[in-house]
């Protein structure tokens, strides 16, 4: 009988060698005249142990790794592909500790199935959100998703039903999905797992987007950096078109829904959505004035529903599953599931799905284990590049958009970087405001000057020049980015370094000591 093998190739597992394991798993089954199917699937995102070999067997999928080329010819004599005990043995895939505490919703099959097979997708449960959005229709849609308590993933917590509702009630035109993938913040990866893991569950999500509001045509705008996520998305669209779950009849019904794969060119500022939509329109990335809205006034003039990877992805397991179950979980107004991103300085770094409400420090040092290097944990950024740091002190804060608000920060996108006792929190400061000096638009003064003049002040105050006196210009220069700033790149950048000068004050003490210790 046929074994078989799954082994990942998202981006993440090729890098640590994937193929150069699935080709000596192929050669070594072909050498010893043994019947292997070898699945190619997403990740788990248990990021530490890839590339990872999944046997299944009639309990369930049993792990090996990380496994190299030169461990196959052993994995293979102790029996691995009958589940017989080895030293890279994990076990049962599911029962892996960091697996089994989580709770999957929108990455459920994320890992398990074949990303290019719409058939594996459907006998995974795929579809059954779309069949059950035909049957209730456009209205019904909108109210589910309402319901649901879901709030857009790509940062600013927009509740998506509320942004749907709007487009589905500007009259009839031609209207657009737009899909951001994007995905600049820094140490997060959940939107390239899902386009590169679990495709179909993203194009399923702008399809029922699409019919909730009347929109026939979606675009789905990746990063360029994303090269395996661009080639998953646009064989899966290739599939679903082929397989009539995209075209003039979806499905067999009356609506009509088709989208297509763009790729930006490179720019932090274009995953903001009104940057996005000028760039998606062939123009320079530079943000627009709102309102109005782009659910109003969006791509190419007409109304547009733009929303996160995550955030669709989430849409059909709330209209299969239903708005009640999604809703259970959770904190306060913040529903359903996040899937965290643990990076940075990090034991245990990967994709964490888990409901609102886990403690930051549970997630850091529970789920995380701590630092690679072994060293304490000093900060964390939460929430990308515009995310405030966390000191320990701060640890107990639940992840929860109200809870991480009045914590003067924010959860942005999910993404959690952890760093240890020899980071230079005055540096990271200088940092915030050198990428905001390099990524800014340049439309509004506060961000392309303020951000220029914030390098030059934390520069001042690192080299203990006129030390108190600047270190007040630049919280009143943060003021002014905050309060004047067209966008939140330049609005938000004063989160990380007010958050480094409050938490880490003796950062900014430029003792020598210090900075001598981080050259
Ligand atoms: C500078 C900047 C960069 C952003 N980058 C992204 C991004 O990469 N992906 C994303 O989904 N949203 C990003 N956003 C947020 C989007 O403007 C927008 O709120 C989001 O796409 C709406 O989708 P959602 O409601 O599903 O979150 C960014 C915002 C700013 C100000
Ligand atoms: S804040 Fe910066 S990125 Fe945003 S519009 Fe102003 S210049 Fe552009």
């Known amino acids: 009988m046929s074994a078989r093998v799954f082994i990942s190739r998202d981006s993440g597992a090729l890098c640590v060698g994937a193929d150069e394991v699935a080709r000596a798993l192929f050669k070594a089954a072909e050498k010893r005249g043994l019947d292997i199917e070898i699945v190619r699937t997403g990740s788990r995102g248990m990021y530490w142990l890839e590339p990872t070999i999944e046997v299944a067997r009639p309990e369930g999928r049993i792990g090996y790794g990380p496994a190299k080329p030169s461990d196959i010819d052993s994995l293979v004599d102790a029996g691995m592909l009958e589940g017989g005990k080895h030293p890279l043995s994990l076990g049962l895939a599911e029962d892996i500790p960091f697996f089994k505490k989580q709770t999957r919703l929108t990455f459920k099959n994320c890992g398990i199935v074949d990303p290019r097979s719409l058939e594996d997708y459907k006998a995974h449960g795929g579809y059954q959100g779309l069949a059950k959005a035909i049957a209730a229709g456009p209205e019904a849609i909108v109210e589910e998703v309402v319901n649901s308590g879901l709030r857009g993933r790509g940062g600013a917590g927009f509740p998506t039903g509320i942004k749907w509702r709007t487009v589905a009630q500007t009259p009839p035109q031609q209207k657009y999905i737009v899909c951001n993938a994007d995905e600049g913040d820094s140490g997060t990866f959940a939107d390239r797992m899902i386009m590169e893991g679990d495709p179909f569950v993203l194009i399923e999500g702008m399809t029922i987007a699409g019919i909730a509001v009347g929109a026939t045509y979606g675009y789905v705008y990746i990063r360029s950096e994303y090269p395996h996520a661009i080639e998953a998305m646009e064989i899966a669209i290739r599939r679903a078109r082929e397989g009539g779950t995209l075209g003039a009849s979806v499905a067999g019904s009356k609506y009509a829904y088709d989208m297509e794969v763009r790729v930006g060119a490179g720019a932090y500022v274009c995953g903001e ?138 959860i942005g996108h999910g993404g959690i970087v952890v760093f240890d006792d020899t980071v230079n929190m005055a540096r990271q400061a200088r940092f915030a405001m050198e990428f905001c000096a390099i990524e800014s638009c340049g439309k509004c003064t506060p961000c392309r000057i303020g951000s220029a003049r914030g390098v030059e002040l934390v520069d001042k105050i690192m080299a203990g020049e006129e030390r108190a006196a600047n270190i007040t210009v630049l919280e009143d220069l943060c003021n002014t980015m905050k309060f004047g700033s067209l966008c939140a790149l330049g609005g938000f950048t004063p989160y990380p370094v007010m958050s480094a000068l409050t938490h880490f004050p003796e950062d900014f003490g430029a003792s020598p000591k210090r900075l001598e210790a981080a050259e």
């Open 273 to 410: 959505e009104t940057s996005l939509l000028e760039s998606l329109e062939g123009k320079r990335g530079e943000v627009r004035a709102k309102p109005p809205l782009p659910a109003h006034v969006g791509l190419f003039g007409k109304p547009t529903v733009i929303n996160n990877v995550l955030s669709l992805a989430s849409v059909p397991i709330i209209m299969s599953d239903g708005a009640t179950y999604y809703r259970e979980f959770g904190m306060g107004r913040s529903r359903g599931t996040m899937p965290i991103q643990l990076a940075g300085n990090i034991k245990h770094g990967g994709l964490f799905e888990t409901a609102f409400g886990m403690s930051l420090g549970d997630l850091v040092d529970e789920i995380g284990g701590g630092t690679r290097t072994g060293r304490p944990v000093r900060a964390v950024q939460v929430g990308g590049p515009l995310g405030a740091y966390f000191p320990r002190a701060l640890f107990n804060t639940p992840f929860d958009y109200e809870a991480f608000t009045a914590a003067d920060g924010l």
